[in-house]
């Protein structure tokens, strides 16, 4: 049987078989994230402090390395106090709505609807969490914390007040969560949305980027200029999509919610 697996369903059998679904899903899942993540964002504190591509780079000002080691310190204490324990307890919910990890692996047919439908419901719910989080009450006692760095790098897309952490982690896993995906869905759209929200918080408009290409797709550029302006007067709240932020705003909401 083996002999006639794809290299990928190789790998595959060979964790499935070594390893529990709840070491896959949990332990697993925290890994994939912190090796991701971390490769994907250090980075871009590398080109800041070596003025690497900087004719790429969206503000001129830059974070000093206290300020980057402070992000770093943060965000480990963050990912291993809070990421961690909401893989763990999330666990049963996943499992009941229908998560496995058994061969075969879903084909792409499968996979790529759901992996749309999941950017789009988490940009959706995102959106709002983000206005929310943009009153005043919530924006001094928690979400002023993210605003820290008004001019951000990579890592800086996962530096958050727990409490934010928990609040918008929820539109990252709804989708997920009320389809029941197979585990590899479900790596597959935590690898694509940590490069999209390091992406976004990167500081670099390059030539290559998404957002050149990929119609109302945000990137850095939308996600920089809501860092740079006081926090009432932002906009730019969504986390992929720039569709929510072009509708007419909704007369007197943000004095509704203050």
């Given at each position: 049987?083996?002999?006639?697996?794809?290299?990928?369903?190789?790998?595959?059998?060979?964790?499935?078989?070594?390893?529990?679904?709840?070491?896959?899903?949990?332990?697993?899942?925290?890994?994939?994230?912190?090796?991701?993540?971390?490769?994907?964002?250090?980075?871009?504190?590398?080109?800041e402090?070596?003025?690497?591509?900087?004719?790429?780079?969206?503000?001129?000002?830059?974070?000093?390395?206290?300020?980057?080691?402070?992000?770093?310190?943060?965000?480990?204490?963050?990912?291993?106090?809070?990421?961690?324990?909401v893989?763990?307890?999330?666990?049963?919910?996943?499992?009941?709505?229908?998560?496995?990890?058994?061969?075969?692996?879903?084909?792409?047919?499968?996979?790529?609807?759901?992996i749309?439908?999941?950017?789009?419901?988490?940009?959706?719910?995102?959106?709002?969490?983000?206005?929310?989080?943009?009153?005043?009450?919530l924006?001094?006692?928690?979400?002023?914390?993210?605003?820290?760095?008004?001019?951000?790098?990579?890592?800086?897309?996962?530096?958050?007040?727990?409490?934010?952490?928990?609040?918008?982690?929820?539109?990252?896993?709804?989708?997920?969560?009320?389809?029941?995906?197979?585990?590899?869905?479900?790596?597959?759209?935590?690898?694509?949305?940590?490069?999209?929200?390091?992406?976004?918080?990167?500081?670099?408009?390059?030539?290559?980027?998404?957002?050149?290409?990929?119609?109302?797709?945000?990137?850095?550029?939308?996600?920089?200029?809501?860092?740079?302006?006081?926090?009432?007067?932002?906009?730019?709240?969504?986390?992929?999509?720039?569709?929510?932020?072009r509708?007419?705003?909704?007369?007197?909401?943000?004095?509704?919610?203050?």
């Amino acid at each position: 049987m083996a002999s006639s697996l794809s290299f990928l369903d190789s790998c595959w059998l060979y964790l499935i078989t070594h390893f529990s679904d709840f070491q896959l899903a949990c332990l697993g899942s925290f890994f994939l994230h912190e090796s991701v993540f971390f490769l994907s964002g250090l980075p871009f504190i590398f080109l800041e402090r070596a003025g690497y591509l900087s004719k790429y780079k969206i503000q001129t000002k830059n974070n000093t390395p206290a300020a980057q080691e402070k992000c770093i310190t943060r965000l480990l204490l963050y990912h291993f106090g809070v990421n961690l324990p909401v893989m763990i307890f999330s666990y049963p919910v996943f499992t009941y709505m229908g998560m496995q990890s058994s061969l075969p692996l879903p084909s792409w047919k499968v996979i790529l609807p759901q992996i749309l439908f999941y950017f789009i419901v988490e940009d959706f719910i995102f959106y709002w969490g983000h206005r929310v989080l943009h009153t005043k009450f919530l924006y001094k006692h928690v979400h002023s914390v993210h605003h820290e760095y008004a001019t951000p790098f990579g890592l800086t897309s996962e530096y958050a007040h727990p409490v934010e952490i928990l609040f918008l982690g929820f539109a990252t896993i709804f989708g997920p969560a009320i389809t029941g995906p197979h585990l590899f869905t479900l790596w597959l759209w935590m690898i694509l949305r940590v490069l999209e929200t390091v992406e976004a918080h990167c500081g670099y408009h390059f030539p290559w980027s998404l957002s050149n290409f990929i119609p109302l797709y945000g990137g850095a550029d939308f996600h920089d200029y809501h860092h740079r302006l006081l926090y009432t007067k932002s906009g730019n709240y969504a986390s992929t999509f720039i569709y929510m932020d072009r509708i007419p705003e909704i007369e007197g909401i943000e004095e509704l919610w203050r």
